[in-house]
């Protein structure tokens, strides 16, 4: 059964590691052995590392709107990152272009978030000099939280806007890089909550109805955001508000969402001059 909060998620961790829980459950829910269960993970992670691979910078969207950009932002030299906060960067926008250009991506959650677990995870195995086993494990803890967030909130834009989209990968991101620097599970509990409340109320707003602007950045914000959030968290910063009730939260804040402001494309930057110019000419 699939949890349906993350303090089940805590509690079924509270004698063996979060990641097995998670494998448990899905092995129980799926009705799948250990082994199906690992080699779907691993697949996943296969198609992750080849959605960066593959990515080709001349390659462009068919609307034109996108394309280029994280090899542009690869190439340029640095301004204020250092070296890994500019690979999470140019992952982001390479993930975010692929899928815009129609090449395969993992939906981690979603394809309009596609880019925040790649912009994460491939530069903290090489920071950290990870083995995939373990990477693996770390999509297990993302997807354990990820599913108590679709579960007790959404992932969809259209339903709760870019903090289901954005705001969910950018909590499952920071939960799984807690658990690379082998933080406890309340640990990745509290990272998640701080990336999933610094993203509460951000809209789907998308211009022309694609999911190219402003969704290829804001899987930049939202890979960084779960970076600061798992530092936060790894220093034994905590959030005040139970991871829970800040998914209840989302929730909430999604409900009241206008539906222009709910993958639309009828308002934010998609009602903008420019955006109707374009909605026109097409």
Not at 15 to 34: E, F, M, T
Not at 172 to 189: R, S
Request: aromatic share 4%; proline share 4%.
């Amino acid at each position: 059964m699939a949890f349906l909060s993350v303090q089940s998620l805590l509690e079924a961790a509270e004698n063996i590691p979060l990641w097995q829980a998670v494998l448990d459950d899905d092995i129980g829910d799926r009705g799948v052995s250990r082994d199906e269960s690992w080699a779907r993970m691993a697949s996943l992670w296969d198609g992750i590392v080849s959605s960066v691979r593959d990515y080709d910078p001349q390659a462009r969207s068919r609307s034109g709107l996108s394309g280029g950009d994280g090899g542009q932002y690869e190439a340029a030299g640095p301004a204020y990152f250092d070296a890994f906060a500019r690979e999470v960067t140019a992952i982001a926008l390479k993930v975010g272009e692929r899928n815009a250009c129609m090449g395969r991506i993992v939906a981690a959650p979603t394809a309009g978030s596609s880019g925040v677990l790649p912009a994460v995870l491939l530069p903290a195995q090489k920071k950290l000099s990870l083995s995939d086993e373990v990477i693996i494990k770390s999509l297990y803890v993302a997807a354990g939280f990820g599913q108590v967030i679709a579960t007790r909130a959404c992932i969809s834009g259209a339903q709760g806007g870019c903090q289901a989209e954005i705001g969910a990968a950018s909590a499952m991101a920071a939960a799984a890089l807690v658990y690379l620097k082998q933080g406890t599970p309340d640990a990745m509990a509290a990272a998640c909550a701080t990336a999933l409340q610094n993203t509460l109320g951000l809209v789907c707003d998308p211009v022309g109805g694609l999911v190219e602007i402003p969704c290829i950045k804001r899987n930049v914000m939202g890979a960084l955001n779960a970076v600061a959030a798992a530092e936060l968290a790894l220093a034994g910063i905590r959030s005040l508000v139970p991871c829970d009730e800040v998914i209840d939260a989302m929730r909430a804040v999604g409900d009241a969402m206008p539906e222009n402001l709910r993958e639309t494309g009828q308002g934010g930057l998609a009602a903008t001059p420019f955006a109707r110019n374009l909605k026109y000419r097409q």
